[in-house]
């Protein structure tokens, strides 16, 4: 066998060689200014890279998309507070709140984005504008079972039995539809007890408890559920893909949220962070992200409703829709994950 | 004068103390972060909660049928690996190292799509009259099990022909020679043989087993919860990072205490005794 030998000088140079290659991508990012936004995986990411890039370029800035869930995106910036890892945060009501308490996000400069004007004055947040409103209901296959008519149906009707998945606490879209549930059989969107004791008088539904929508999107993907607790953009990708998906509105209301992009506190490149924004509010881009797969309600005043989108929701339904108690949920979420994780695992 | 090799290894221990100690110690340090200053709080309010101790027993148990899986499944391809000829050798290292090539996370929803109703697992045995209907392996330990045995199975047979391929086969025949049946070859000259590689086996697919968080939560569902699930809920849901230091140094050491077992039984004197 050939030995292998290599000389002094020869190390060298690979190891040079080795560490320009590891300090490159750093020098070719020193070289524009770019935003590093954060937006959550799958449909969003696909949608803003593909929409938010030109427009932000257009704007003299180069955008990087970073895929985290929302939560992942607080824990993120709260490893390296002051050092942020992304100059924007994509998160809902809830999670908002949790960074204005520890001090990750900051106010923003409206004067600094030219489509500011174009929003409706509930979407001009302080720390933020609104990109859309997220409305939620149930997912369902109209090939497995029938239309649910809301929460109540989807735990009384046998049709379901063993087809229909949830996802924990720690999902904004598995609180929202578990403080429905606390209303309709307990004494108010706080009273998790009650939906706790739904779940141990039905254990055919805790097998079919996951971590997240997305997981829950492969699930469904593979006829492995028939029915799941889901936003109008689930099922926009979901039909986007070909397959039978049906969204319903809980005969309840059906829960909203809110999403606004945040400025994070110590943002390594605010003026591309916010031509970023400005990107996601302007009409060119709400224009394309209210089409599918994603069908983002628009927040820009100026874009026109979608048939698919007026299907969900019209604007003047929005105000009717359910808007959680962030606040109350924050207060009794870490003990609410425990104790559904507890009551799952068996 | 023969010189010390002390110089050879100073940068991968410096390397060793910044990126692994150091850390180490810092998490070590995090987990005595109580609400009042230091102090035991974060281990009594874990060891305190009886679901917590089931995880725990959930993560030893898992890697371990991992291993006896790995073990049952990983020796019969060495063997045939020391019996075959250069070509048939070519195949199975290939075959080996090509799933290694592929992402966990790839593996991982295949085993999806193989473990689901509509996988060929179910609709094998609804074909030969086995099962009455569809079922799934998803969020099932077996289904994990399954899983996590082909993802580890490399690293388990790869250490085996290691030492397999410096053993000539004619100590089979030896015994043979000597009046030994097969069972008796297995387990009186095979497996003390092999013992070394089986260790090492072990000790990575435990690891690895124990600490595979993409697999354990896609595969073993929320029902399934073991304990790298329970850190990510501290670190990522709950913001409780002392709570989640904790854990990790509780699966640090109880993962580290079962290896430790591990590796004392291998070199018990009455099993090295019979290679």
């Given amino acids: 066998m050939q030995d292998f030998n290599i000389t002094r000088r020869h190390f060298g140079l690979l190891a040079a060689g080795a560490a320009a290659a590891v300090a490159l991508p750093f020098t070719a990012r020193a070289a524009g200014e770019t935003a590093v936004a954060a937006t959550f995986p799958g449909n969003w990411e696909d949608a803003y890279r593909t929409v938010l890039t030109p427009l932000v370029k ?15 995106q ?22 908002m709140a949790v960074a204005i308490e520890n001090d990750l996000i900051q106010k923003i400069d409206p004067s600094k984005l030219k489509n500011w004007n174009m929003l409706d004055p ?30 109540r149906d989807l735990f009384e009707n046998p049709a379901y039995e063993g087809l229909v998945s949830w996802t924990g606490f720690a999902s904004n879209t598995g609180v929202m539809a578990y403080s429905e549930i606390a209303k309709i059989f307990g004494t108010g969107p706080t009273d998790m007890d009650a939906v706790f004791k739904l779940f141990k008088a039905h254990p055919e539904h805790l097998k079919g408890v996951v971590a997240s929508t997305n997981h829950q999107m492969t699930l469904f993907q593979q006829g492995e559920i028939a029915v799941f607790m889901c936003s109008t953009g689930n099922v926009a990708k979901l039909k986007a893909l070909g397959l039978k998906a049906e969204f319903v ?10 999403v606004n992009i945040h400025l994070t506190k110590g943002a390594k490149n605010p003026d591309a962070a916010y031509a970023y924004m400005d990107a996601a509010i302007s009409k060119a881009a709400q224009d394309k992200l209210k089409m599918p797969p994603t069908e983002m309600f628009p927040t820009n005043k100026e874009v026109e409703l979608t048939p698919g989108i007026e299907a969900y929701v019209k604007r003047e339904q929005l105000a009717s829709l359910v808007y959680p108690d962030w606040a109350a949920i924050n207060k009794n979420r870490a003990e609410w994950i425990r104790q559904f994780d507890a009551l799952v695992a068996g | 004068m023969k010189a010390s090799g002390f110089p050879y ?35 009594a309010r874990f060891l305190g909660d009886a679901f917590n101790y089931r995880v725990l027993v959930n993560t030893a148990t898992l890697g371990l049928q ?210």
């Fill in chain 2, 9 to 43: 290894v100073l940068p991968m221990l410096l390397l060793s103390v910044a990126f692994f100690a150091t850390p180490l110690a810092v998490l070590v340090g995090f987990s005595f972060i109580g609400p009042d200053g230091p102090s035991l709080h974060n281990y």
């Fill in chain 1, 74 to 95: 607080l824990a993120k910036v709260m490893a390296s507070p002051g050092n942020p890892p992304y100059d924007t945060l994509l998160m809902s009501p809830g999670q």
């Fill in chain 2, 66 to 275: 991992t291993i006896a899986s790995t073990t049952l499944l990983g020796i019969p391809i060495a063997l045939f690996y020391w019996h075959s000829g250069k070509t048939a050798r070519q195949v199975i290292i290939f075959l080996t190292l090509i799933p290694m090539l592929t992402s966990n996370v790839v593996r991982t929803f295949a085993w999806i799509v193989i473990l689901g109703r509509q996988g060929p697992i179910s609709e094998t045995f609804v074909a030969l009259g086995l099962a009455e209907r569809p079922f799934t392996l998803m969020s099932t330990e077996l289904g994990l099990v399954l899983a996590m045995c082909q993802i580890d199975l490399p690293l388990i047979i790869l250490p085996l022909i290691a030492i397999l391929s410096r053993t000539p086969v004619q100590f089979t025949e030896a015994a043979q020679v000597s009046g030994a049946g097969p069972w008796r070859i297995l387990v009186t000259v095979l497996l003390p043989m092999m013992l070394p590689g089986l260790l090492a086996g072990w000790i990575l697919v435990f690891a690895s087993t124990s600490a595979s968080f993409v697999t354990q939560a896609v595969i073993g569902g929320a029902r399934n919860v073991y304990v790298p699930q329970l850190i990510y809920r501290e670190v990522g849901t709950l913001f409780d990072w002392p709570m989640a230091s904790a854990i990790a140094v509780v699966l640090l050491l109880s993962t580290g205490i079962l290896l430790v077992a591990m590796t004392m039984i291998s070199r018990h004197r009455r099993l090295v005794g019979h290679a």
């Fill in chain 1, 249 to 258: 509105q809980p005969d309840t209301g059906s829960p909203a949220a809110p």
């Fill in chain 1, 122 to 151: 509930a979407f001009q947040g302080e720390y933020g504008p609104t990109v859309t409103v997220e409305v939620n209901g149930i997912a369902y296959n109209p090939d497995l079972v029938p239309a649910p008519k809301g929460y």
């Fill in chain 1, 58 to 72: 257009e704007a003299g800035f180069d955008l990087t998309v970073a895929p985290a869930m929302a939560q992942d």
